[in-house]
Protein backbone atom coordinates (compact mmCIF):
# COMPACT_ATOMS: atom_id res chain seq x y z
CA UNK A 1 0.00 0.00 0.00
CA UNK A 2 1.18 3.31 -0.95
CA UNK A 3 0.84 7.08 0.80
CA UNK A 4 -1.80 7.71 -1.55
CA UNK A 5 -3.70 4.61 -1.11
CA UNK A 6 -3.71 4.72 2.00
CA UNK A 7 -4.71 8.99 2.38
CA UNK A 8 -7.84 7.70 0.05
CA UNK A 9 -8.82 5.42 2.86
CA UNK A 10 -8.94 7.57 5.18
CA UNK A 11 -10.57 10.21 3.41
CA UNK A 12 -14.45 11.04 6.09
CA UNK A 13 -15.69 11.26 9.29
CA UNK A 14 -14.58 8.59 11.63
CA UNK A 15 -15.78 8.32 15.26
CA UNK A 16 -13.15 8.13 17.49
CA UNK A 17 -13.08 5.81 21.25
CA UNK A 18 -9.38 6.49 22.70
CA UNK A 19 -8.08 5.83 25.34
CA UNK A 20 -4.84 7.02 27.10
CA UNK A 21 -2.64 5.03 29.31
CA UNK A 22 -0.29 7.16 31.29
CA UNK A 23 1.99 5.02 32.53
CA UNK A 24 3.99 6.50 35.61
CA UNK A 25 0.54 6.75 37.10
CA UNK A 26 -1.22 3.81 35.67
CA UNK A 27 -4.03 6.22 34.79
CA UNK A 28 -7.01 5.82 32.36
CA UNK A 29 -7.93 8.83 30.19
CA UNK A 30 -11.10 8.15 27.92
CA UNK A 31 -11.72 10.30 25.10
CA UNK A 32 -14.54 10.16 22.39
CA UNK A 33 -14.42 12.60 19.53
CA UNK A 34 -14.92 13.15 15.83
CA UNK A 35 -12.87 13.12 13.31
CA UNK A 36 -12.52 14.41 10.28
CA UNK A 37 -10.16 13.61 6.71
CA UNK A 38 -10.62 15.65 3.78
CA UNK A 39 -8.32 15.62 0.75
CA UNK A 40 -6.76 18.91 -0.06
CA UNK A 41 -5.44 20.33 -3.52
CA UNK A 42 -2.01 20.52 -4.00
CA UNK A 43 -2.41 23.89 -4.71
CA UNK A 44 -4.04 24.67 -1.55
CA UNK A 45 -2.57 27.88 -0.03
CA UNK A 46 -2.10 25.97 3.62
CA UNK A 47 -0.42 22.81 1.81
CA UNK A 48 2.04 25.58 -0.01
CA UNK A 49 2.27 27.71 2.55
CA UNK A 50 3.83 24.63 4.77
CA UNK A 51 6.10 23.50 1.87
CA UNK A 52 7.36 27.21 1.71
CA UNK A 53 8.07 26.52 5.60
CA UNK A 54 10.09 23.51 5.32
CA UNK A 55 11.86 24.17 1.88
CA UNK A 56 10.23 21.32 0.11
CA UNK A 57 8.91 21.79 -3.74
CA UNK A 58 5.63 21.66 -3.98
CA UNK A 59 5.93 18.66 -6.93
CA UNK A 60 7.53 16.75 -4.52
CA UNK A 61 4.04 16.27 -2.14
CA UNK A 62 1.53 13.52 -2.57
CA UNK A 63 -1.94 13.23 -1.28
CA UNK A 64 -2.30 16.84 1.26
CA UNK A 65 -5.00 16.61 3.81
CA UNK A 66 -6.93 17.87 6.24
CA UNK A 67 -7.98 16.39 9.67
CA UNK A 68 -9.89 18.15 12.35
CA UNK A 69 -11.31 16.69 15.59
CA UNK A 70 -13.58 17.50 18.21
CA UNK A 71 -14.07 15.38 21.27
CA UNK A 72 -14.90 14.94 25.20
CA UNK A 73 -12.25 13.29 27.62
CA UNK A 74 -13.73 12.24 30.81
CA UNK A 75 -10.70 13.95 32.64
CA UNK A 76 -11.62 16.73 35.38
CA UNK A 77 -12.10 19.51 34.73
CA UNK A 78 -10.80 19.14 30.95
CA UNK A 79 -11.94 21.13 28.17
CA UNK A 80 -13.67 19.67 24.61
CA UNK A 81 -10.65 18.48 22.63
CA UNK A 82 -10.39 20.51 19.73
CA UNK A 83 -8.04 21.13 16.79
CA UNK A 84 -7.04 20.77 13.13
CA UNK A 85 -4.06 20.45 10.95
CA UNK A 86 -2.59 20.14 7.81
CA UNK A 87 -0.98 17.20 7.09
CA UNK A 88 1.11 17.07 3.77
CA UNK A 89 2.95 13.65 2.67
CA UNK A 90 6.42 13.87 0.72
CA UNK A 91 7.38 10.92 -0.64
CA UNK A 92 11.23 9.24 -0.66
CA UNK A 93 12.13 9.06 -4.14
CA UNK A 94 14.45 6.55 -3.63
CA UNK A 95 12.60 4.26 -0.78
CA UNK A 96 9.19 2.67 -1.52
CA UNK A 97 6.67 3.64 0.84
CA UNK A 98 8.48 5.54 3.04
CA UNK A 99 9.07 9.41 2.84
CA UNK A 100 8.10 12.57 5.23
CA UNK A 101 4.96 14.22 6.70
CA UNK A 102 5.24 18.04 7.17
CA UNK A 103 2.25 18.91 9.94
CA UNK A 104 1.17 22.29 10.08
CA UNK A 105 0.57 21.31 14.21
CA UNK A 106 1.70 18.72 16.54
CA UNK A 107 -0.12 16.41 18.39
CA UNK A 108 2.50 16.15 21.38
CA UNK A 109 3.73 19.80 21.40
CA UNK A 110 0.84 22.19 19.14
CA UNK A 111 4.09 23.45 16.86
CA UNK A 112 4.46 22.45 13.64
CA UNK A 113 6.80 19.22 12.91
CA UNK A 114 8.43 16.74 10.73
CA UNK A 115 7.30 13.05 10.65
CA UNK A 116 9.01 10.12 9.07
CA UNK A 117 6.97 7.80 7.49
CA UNK A 118 6.51 4.43 6.58
CA UNK A 119 3.90 1.20 5.46
CA UNK A 120 4.90 -1.59 6.09
CA UNK A 121 4.05 -4.88 4.02
CA UNK A 122 1.14 -6.09 6.10
CA UNK A 123 -0.07 -1.87 5.11
CA UNK A 124 0.42 -0.16 8.36
CA UNK A 125 1.37 3.48 8.47
CA UNK A 126 4.48 3.91 11.14
CA UNK A 127 5.06 7.29 11.81
CA UNK A 128 8.16 8.87 13.96
CA UNK A 129 8.22 12.15 15.14
CA UNK A 130 10.87 13.86 17.30
CA UNK A 131 10.16 16.74 19.14
CA UNK A 132 12.80 18.79 21.03
CA UNK A 133 11.87 16.97 24.72
CA UNK A 134 9.50 14.24 23.33
CA UNK A 135 9.40 11.77 20.37
CA UNK A 136 5.91 10.13 19.37
CA UNK A 137 5.41 6.82 17.39
CA UNK A 138 2.30 6.07 15.57
CA UNK A 139 1.17 2.99 14.01
CA UNK A 140 -2.75 3.51 12.09
CA UNK A 141 -3.97 0.49 10.31
CA UNK A 142 -7.08 -0.76 8.53
CA UNK A 143 -9.53 -3.93 9.98
CA UNK A 144 -12.00 -3.23 7.24
CA UNK A 145 -12.54 -0.25 5.16
CA UNK A 146 -14.57 1.18 7.87
CA UNK A 147 -12.44 0.36 10.82
CA UNK A 148 -8.91 2.00 12.02
CA UNK A 149 -6.99 1.34 14.61
CA UNK A 150 -4.36 3.84 15.75
CA UNK A 151 -1.38 2.98 18.50
CA UNK A 152 0.66 6.19 19.59
CA UNK A 153 3.58 6.45 22.12
CA UNK A 154 4.81 9.82 23.57
CA UNK A 155 8.15 8.61 24.62
CA UNK A 156 11.22 10.94 25.89
CA UNK A 157 13.75 12.61 23.88
CA UNK A 158 15.86 10.16 24.35
CA UNK A 159 13.43 7.55 23.20
CA UNK A 160 14.15 4.79 26.02
CA UNK A 161 11.11 5.75 28.34
CA UNK A 162 7.33 5.44 27.19
CA UNK A 163 5.17 7.91 29.11
CA UNK A 164 1.93 7.92 27.43
CA UNK A 165 0.64 4.62 25.56
CA UNK A 166 -2.67 5.48 23.80
CA UNK A 167 -5.32 3.80 21.36
CA UNK A 168 -7.62 4.83 19.10
CA UNK A 169 -10.36 2.34 17.35
CA UNK A 170 -11.98 4.46 14.72
CA UNK A 171 -15.11 3.10 12.84
CA UNK A 172 -16.24 5.29 10.07
CA UNK A 173 -19.31 7.43 10.03
CA UNK A 174 -22.29 7.54 7.25
CA UNK A 175 -22.77 11.43 6.19
CA UNK A 176 -26.27 12.60 6.49
CA UNK A 177 -27.20 12.36 2.15
CA UNK A 178 -24.32 10.61 1.44
CA UNK B 1 12.94 -12.06 15.21
CA UNK B 2 11.77 -16.05 15.57
CA UNK B 3 9.39 -17.29 17.98
CA UNK B 4 11.69 -18.37 20.16
CA UNK B 5 13.13 -15.18 20.74
CA UNK B 6 9.62 -13.43 20.80
CA UNK B 7 8.59 -15.68 23.78
CA UNK B 8 12.45 -15.38 25.65
CA UNK B 9 11.63 -11.63 25.40
CA UNK B 10 7.86 -12.07 27.10
CA UNK B 11 9.14 -14.39 29.88
CA UNK B 12 8.75 -12.59 33.12
CA UNK B 13 5.95 -10.44 35.57
CA UNK B 14 4.20 -7.70 33.57
CA UNK B 15 2.09 -4.56 34.71
CA UNK B 16 -0.92 -4.49 32.62
CA UNK B 17 -3.28 -1.49 31.90
CA UNK B 18 -6.02 -2.46 29.14
CA UNK B 19 -8.76 -0.54 27.52
CA UNK B 20 -11.60 -2.28 25.89
CA UNK B 21 -13.56 -0.65 23.31
CA UNK B 22 -16.89 -2.29 22.92
CA UNK B 23 -17.71 -0.46 19.85
CA UNK B 24 -21.34 -0.57 19.16
CA UNK B 25 -21.91 1.69 22.58
CA UNK B 26 -19.05 3.24 22.43
CA UNK B 27 -18.69 1.66 25.94
CA UNK B 28 -14.93 2.21 27.65
CA UNK B 29 -13.57 -0.97 30.19
CA UNK B 30 -10.75 -0.20 32.22
CA UNK B 31 -9.00 -3.60 33.42
CA UNK B 32 -5.51 -3.42 35.53
CA UNK B 33 -3.83 -7.05 36.06
CA UNK B 34 -0.62 -8.16 36.66
CA UNK B 35 0.05 -10.91 33.83
CA UNK B 36 2.87 -13.61 34.69
CA UNK B 37 4.27 -15.31 31.99
CA UNK B 38 6.82 -18.11 32.39
CA UNK B 39 9.06 -20.80 29.94
CA UNK B 40 7.75 -24.57 30.59
CA UNK B 41 9.66 -27.78 29.69
CA UNK B 42 9.15 -29.18 26.28
CA UNK B 43 7.90 -32.03 28.56
CA UNK B 44 5.98 -30.53 30.43
CA UNK B 45 3.00 -32.55 31.32
CA UNK B 46 0.13 -29.90 30.77
CA UNK B 47 2.51 -29.41 26.75
CA UNK B 48 2.56 -33.17 26.25
CA UNK B 49 -1.32 -33.01 26.98
CA UNK B 50 -1.97 -30.30 24.61
CA UNK B 51 -0.01 -31.97 21.88
CA UNK B 52 -1.92 -35.00 22.04
CA UNK B 53 -5.19 -33.07 22.32
CA UNK B 54 -4.39 -31.35 18.54
CA UNK B 55 -2.13 -34.69 17.22
CA UNK B 56 0.93 -32.65 17.55
CA UNK B 57 4.43 -34.55 17.11
CA UNK B 58 6.13 -32.77 20.85
CA UNK B 59 9.43 -33.15 18.87
CA UNK B 60 7.58 -30.37 16.20
CA UNK B 61 6.52 -27.75 18.88
CA UNK B 62 9.58 -24.64 20.12
CA UNK B 63 9.31 -22.32 23.56
CA UNK B 64 6.00 -23.39 25.70
CA UNK B 65 5.46 -21.35 28.17
CA UNK B 66 2.87 -20.63 30.79
CA UNK B 67 0.76 -17.31 30.84
CA UNK B 68 -1.10 -16.39 33.88
CA UNK B 69 -3.24 -13.03 34.87
CA UNK B 70 -4.96 -11.35 37.48
CA UNK B 71 -6.56 -8.20 37.75
CA UNK B 72 -9.68 -5.66 38.16
CA UNK B 73 -12.05 -4.17 36.01
CA UNK B 74 -13.88 -1.52 36.38
CA UNK B 75 -17.22 -2.57 35.16
CA UNK B 76 -20.14 -2.88 37.90
CA UNK B 77 -20.32 -6.16 39.66
CA UNK B 78 -17.03 -7.43 37.93
CA UNK B 79 -15.41 -9.60 39.83
CA UNK B 80 -11.74 -10.34 39.75
CA UNK B 81 -10.14 -11.43 36.51
CA UNK B 82 -8.22 -14.43 36.95
CA UNK B 83 -7.00 -17.07 34.73
CA UNK B 84 -4.08 -18.85 33.50
CA UNK B 85 -3.45 -20.87 30.10
CA UNK B 86 -0.72 -23.48 28.53
CA UNK B 87 0.66 -21.84 25.35
CA UNK B 88 2.31 -24.25 22.77
CA UNK B 89 3.82 -23.17 19.83
CA UNK B 90 4.38 -24.88 16.52
CA UNK B 91 6.54 -23.42 14.12
CA UNK B 92 5.63 -24.04 10.28
CA UNK B 93 8.09 -26.35 8.90
CA UNK B 94 8.11 -24.24 5.47
CA UNK B 95 7.20 -20.57 5.98
CA UNK B 96 9.92 -18.81 8.23
CA UNK B 97 8.12 -16.77 11.57
CA UNK B 98 4.77 -18.97 10.82
CA UNK B 99 2.92 -20.90 12.69
CA UNK B 100 0.31 -22.69 15.01
CA UNK B 101 -0.11 -21.44 18.83
CA UNK B 102 -2.13 -24.07 20.61
CA UNK B 103 -3.90 -23.33 23.46
CA UNK B 104 -5.59 -24.95 26.65
CA UNK B 105 -8.01 -22.04 27.26
CA UNK B 106 -9.03 -18.99 24.76
CA UNK B 107 -9.52 -15.57 25.58
CA UNK B 108 -12.66 -14.74 23.78
CA UNK B 109 -14.12 -18.33 24.79
CA UNK B 110 -12.90 -20.42 27.33
CA UNK B 111 -12.31 -23.30 25.53
CA UNK B 112 -9.26 -24.62 23.83
CA UNK B 113 -7.69 -23.09 20.83
CA UNK B 114 -5.36 -23.10 17.96
CA UNK B 115 -4.88 -20.00 16.26
CA UNK B 116 -1.88 -19.24 13.52
CA UNK B 117 0.33 -16.94 14.15
CA UNK B 118 3.27 -14.86 12.32
CA UNK B 119 5.66 -12.59 13.08
CA UNK B 120 6.52 -9.45 10.65
CA UNK B 121 9.27 -7.84 9.43
CA UNK B 122 8.82 -5.68 12.13
CA UNK B 123 8.67 -7.19 14.89
CA UNK B 124 4.54 -7.56 15.32
CA UNK B 125 3.57 -10.81 16.64
CA UNK B 126 0.16 -11.82 14.50
CA UNK B 127 -2.39 -14.36 16.11
CA UNK B 128 -5.47 -15.29 14.60
CA UNK B 129 -7.73 -17.64 16.25
CA UNK B 130 -11.57 -18.61 14.32
CA UNK B 131 -13.61 -19.85 17.12
CA UNK B 132 -17.25 -20.88 16.30
CA UNK B 133 -18.91 -17.61 16.96
CA UNK B 134 -16.39 -15.05 16.46
CA UNK B 135 -12.85 -14.48 15.77
CA UNK B 136 -9.86 -12.80 17.49
CA UNK B 137 -6.87 -11.07 15.96
CA UNK B 138 -4.42 -10.38 18.16
CA UNK B 139 -1.12 -8.30 17.71
CA UNK B 140 1.67 -7.89 20.06
CA UNK B 141 5.25 -6.03 19.90
CA UNK B 142 8.09 -4.86 22.01
CA UNK B 143 8.33 -0.74 22.13
CA UNK B 144 11.54 -1.79 23.82
CA UNK B 145 12.71 -4.68 26.17
CA UNK B 146 10.40 -3.47 29.41
CA UNK B 147 7.46 -2.46 27.35
CA UNK B 148 5.14 -4.60 25.28
CA UNK B 149 1.63 -3.23 23.21
CA UNK B 150 -0.92 -5.71 22.38
CA UNK B 151 -4.23 -4.43 20.18
CA UNK B 152 -6.92 -7.49 20.62
CA UNK B 153 -9.54 -7.40 18.09
CA UNK B 154 -13.11 -9.69 18.58
CA UNK B 155 -15.07 -9.90 15.13
CA UNK B 156 -17.94 -11.39 14.18
CA UNK B 157 -17.02 -14.94 12.83
CA UNK B 158 -17.41 -13.80 9.37
CA UNK B 159 -14.50 -11.49 10.42
CA UNK B 160 -16.39 -8.54 9.26
CA UNK B 161 -17.49 -6.67 11.81
CA UNK B 162 -15.56 -5.50 15.14
CA UNK B 163 -17.26 -5.81 18.41
CA UNK B 164 -14.69 -5.14 20.83
CA UNK B 165 -11.47 -3.71 19.78
CA UNK B 166 -8.74 -3.06 23.21
CA UNK B 167 -5.12 -2.40 23.84
CA UNK B 168 -2.88 -2.81 26.54
CA UNK B 169 0.03 -1.66 27.84
CA UNK B 170 2.28 -4.03 29.65
CA UNK B 171 5.36 -2.80 31.68
CA UNK B 172 7.82 -5.48 32.75
CA UNK B 173 8.02 -5.65 36.72
CA UNK B 174 11.31 -6.00 38.53
CA UNK B 175 10.70 -9.26 41.20
CA UNK B 176 12.03 -8.82 44.64
CA UNK B 177 15.12 -10.39 45.08
CA UNK B 178 15.88 -10.57 41.17
Redesign the interface.
Same mark, same amino acid.
Given at each position: MDITEFVEKSIGCW?S?R *?A?H &?AF @?H =?E @?V?SEIDIIALSETDPAVLELCSTYHVDPSAIASPFRMSWEGQSDWEDSEAVKGTCVLVPVPDLTQANCGKLLRDQGYAETIAAVGEYSI? @??G?F !?LITAYERAAA?EKIWF !??PN #?R?R #?S &?I?TSAG?G?VT @?S =?S *?E?RQTRPGS
Amino acid at each position: MDITEFVEKSIGCWRSQR *SAHH &LAF @AH =FE @AVQSEIDIIALSETDPAVLELCSTYHVDPSAIASPFRMSWEGQSDWEDSEAVKGTCVLVPVPDLTQANCGKLLRDQGYAETIAAVGEYSIT @ADGTF !VLITAYERAAAEEKIWF !VNPN #VRCR #VS &LIKTSAGTGVVT @AS =FS *SEIRQTRPGS
